[in-house]
């Protein structure tokens, strides 16, 4: 969404990272900082390490084998090759690679996670994740071959990969691919003047054991969610006024007595924008409409509970961002390490299981209003939103992308979490799917986005015929917030007199969404934030 550049660094110290910021590291290429505080805490939990080392002591991972190997003891001459293998024996991958931003988001989450102080890892590792986001260092990870459980083991071996110089990244500022230098590893880090990295006691299992591929989509797309919440709003009203619909169904007194903040919230934004409106009220008294269709009057209520499922979710990956997810976990405080199962990726699964469900229903009403613009029969405009119809066929295709993006939506919304599958000889008898989960929520999140521009594109060319007062002749304006974004979308894409390549009004259409552009315009208009 708003991808406005910053110089503002990001502080790494395990405690107060956001999704906003995982997303301005990831997307925006802010700077990422170590705090002090964090050095001093991953300093102490390191010396506890070498210490139970030197003692031979027993520590799953560090000492024993991993898994169903946990019983096996490993001789203090093979702890760092124990460690290298590790990392070789998980990198496992398989299909297509991450997009960049979620590995940078990656790489963010993993590094605030250690430095919390309670993985055991030296200064210098943690450091090694920020020298790749601040040089612009991008490990190439395939995207599949993780189940949630033990973390996110695969791709974050990946990861690792690179730090020691083994595999490939990408090189440059940019997010897209295509604009990227893909260089190995060993390369990219002698052309940076930086060392491979020689893993000590811990630090493979340290760096792998998380659920950071999970939770930087999570971040990703629960960030951009909650802004995709008034971008949906804000098509909605435009619909509504280009269907020349009521907006009695959106009073306060209606609300109040069903209060859910996501539907109070949707239904002030709504007005808001449509306040004063000469297209509402030029036919505010010879409708004979008593009242509109569910997708024009039912709009806070549905949008109400997305925005409130999506505020949950965020609320979990707010948690989850700064948790220590390691095992096993060094308390320094007492001198003991603890074997638990902080990595399981349960409430991340869930959680995006949930937000694709809510993300969805989005996309499934606004489609129905993108058919009631197109459907002559249901909005009382010309057919296809187009004067010559027959010889033009208008938008009507642009209302089968949109139910084709809203199909495949409800077969990507079908829960990852109710699935598991054992692995490791049944010692991981329960995985979280949480990986599968949250892929589907990024591809749900960016079909949604695509479905909301088109909505926008259609309620435009429908205002251009609505705003006409049928009996003078006169050109009526909408609401004050409505025709401001109205007049934007107009500055990008001009009014369809006749078939032109679609495609390309709905990129642009699509860069209006994503941008979030609107929603600034929008509140510049109305004097206040939206909701």
Not at 152 to 159: A, K, P, R, T
Not at 256 to 269: D, M, S, T
Not at 326 to 337: C, G, R
Not at 341 to 350: S, T, V
Request: aromatic share 6%; proline share 4%.
């Amino acid at each position: 969404m708003k991808n406005n550049k910053t110089s503002h660094p990001v502080i790494v110290d395990g405690e107060t990272l956001t999704p906003e910021k995982v997303f301005d590291v990831a997307v925006n290429f802010a700077p990422v900082k170590l705090s002090p505080d964090a050095i001093s805490k991953m300093k102490k939990s390191r010396q506890l390490v070498e210490k139970w080392v030197q003692k031979d002591e027993v520590i799953y991972g560090v000492t024993t084998g991993f898994g169903d190997f946990a019983t096996v003891k490993i001789e203090k001459k093979e702890i760092e090759k124990l460690q290298r293998n590790l990392i070789f024996s998980h990198s496992a991958g398989a299909g297509e690679p991450l997009p960049p931003e979620v590995v940078r988001a990656m790489m963010l989450l993993r590094a605030n996670a250690l430095s919390k102080g309670y993985s055991g890892v030296r200064v210098e590792t943690v450091k090694m994740l920020i020298d790749f986001l601040n040089l612009h260092i991008t490990p190439i990870i395939p995207s599949q071959g993780s189940v949630g459980s033990s973390g996110d083991l695969v791709q974050l071996s990946h990861l690792v990969l690179a730090m020691m110089g083994e595999g490939n990244v990408w090189v440059g500022k940019d997010i897209n691919p295509l604009n990227l230098k893909k260089m190995k590893a060993l390369s990219a880090l002698k052309k940076f003047g930086l060392e491979p990295i020689r893993l000590s006691a811990k630090e493979g299992l340290a760096l792998i054991n998380g659920t950071q591929m999970m939770t930087a989509y999570a971040c990703l797309i629960v960030k951009q969610a909650k802004e995709l919440c008034k971008i949906a709003d804000i098509a909605a009203s435009l619909s509504i006024e280009a269907l020349k619909g009521t907006d009695r169904a959106f009073d306060e007194r209606i609300h109040k007595l069903r209060p859910y903040q996501g539907q109070q919230k949707v239904a002030r934004n709504i007005l808001r924008m449509m306040k004063n409106s000469e297209i509402r009220l030029s036919h505010l008294y010879d409708d004979p409409r008593v009242q509109d269709a569910y997708s024009l009057r039912c709009v806070p209520q549905i949008h109400g509970a997305s925005r409130d499922a999506i505020d949950y979710v965020y609320e979990i990956v707010s948690i989850e961002v700064n948790s220590a997810t390691d095992n096993p976990l060094i308390f320094p405080e007492d001198e003991v390490h603890l074997e638990g199962g902080n990595f399981h990726g349960q409430p991340i699964a869930l959680a995006m299981d949930f937000i694709a469900i809510a993300l969805s229903e989005l996309a499934n009403v606004s489609e129905r209003r993108i058919e009631r613009l197109v459907n002559a029969q249901l909005s009382g405009l010309p057919k296809f939103l187009t004067t010559r119809g027959g010889l033009n066929s208008g938008l009507m295709i642009a209302q089968y992308t949109a139910a084709s993006l809203v199909s495949e939506n409800k077969v990507l919304a079908h829960p990852a979490s109710v699935d598991s599958i054992p692995t490791s000889a049944n010692q991981e008898d329960h995985n979280s799917m949480g990986s599968i989960s949250a892929q589907k929520a990024y591809r749900v999140l960016k079909n949604v986005q695509t479905v909301l521009a088109i909505e926008i594109m259609c309620a435009a060319q429908g205002i251009d015929f609505a705003k006409v007062d049928p009996k003078t002749g006169k050109i009526m304006r909408c609401g004050i917030g409505t025709q401001a974004a109205y007049e934007f979308v107009r500055k990008k894409i001009k009014h369809l007199d006749e078939d032109r390549i679609l495609h390309n009004d709905i990129v642009k259409a699509l860069e209006i969404v994503r941008s979030g552009e609107i929603i600034n315009v929008v509140e510049k208009a109305i004097g206040e934030k939206l909701e």
